[in-house]
């Protein structure tokens, strides 16, 4: 398997209730021609197409171009405004975060102390013997197994322990998940997002970041003092941080 793309998988369905023969995790063996699974579709050409700048304003004088353009150009000797960081995209439920690309939800994800969990929708009637997914101590790969392409093939944000790492299909229907567990190889710290993107937009905002450092602290803290309650508590001023506070978190 090689190339990658974002591209969605949604039409990708299998009507065959038999799954073929088990294989090695993340080996990528072809399953039974029978019922094979079809490649991703291949939309990355035609994203780069839509996403490549214009370059017919670069004639115009500075007047024409600054009518033409929504933000104002910067006077002589001054820095040009940075752009502000979009706003991080709530997930289905308390806690995840969502990642879109042209539209479609690639992945959400969520972390607390331990590891960082990413859930992906396959189509609903694909086998899980299908997919392939590899987790390396500091990339991810997702897909299916002789497929033609990846749908995820990134960096991780963090380092991964591989040995305590895994992955599992929950739920049924349209509410069947992927749900892939990278275990941080550092506990406690915090990971500004799940994947490396080669397109950004998954990156924890200032205020999701305060807000996942709170709830990591909160739980260091519940773990530390099994008979106290720390759902509601707040803290006065800055929120330490939940790996190095107080001489460090603890492991197991």
Known sequence: MSGFSYSKW????????TEPSPTIINQSA?????????????KEQAAELANTPSTEHLDRPA????????TPLPAPGEPAPRPSQPATRQGSEKGRYQFRHEGNLIYEWSQDLDSVELFVRPPPTLPSSYLAVEIKPAHLKIGLKGGEQWFIDEATF??????????????EGEARELNVVLVKASRGEIWDAALMGRIPGAVLDPVAKQAVQKELMLERFQEENPGFDF??????????DAKTFMGGVKYD
């Open 63 to 70: 007047e024409t171009l600054q009518k033409a353009t929504s």
């Open 30 to 42: 072809a399953p039974p021609s029978s019922a094979p699974p079809p490649p991703f579709a291949e």
């Open 10 to 17: 949604d039409n990708l369905d299998s009507d065959s209730d």
């Open 158 to 171: 963090g380092k991964v322990d591989t040995t305590e790492s895994t992955w599992l299909v929950e739920g």
């Open 231 to 240: 759902r509601n508590a707040e803290f006065n001023g800055a929120v330490p």
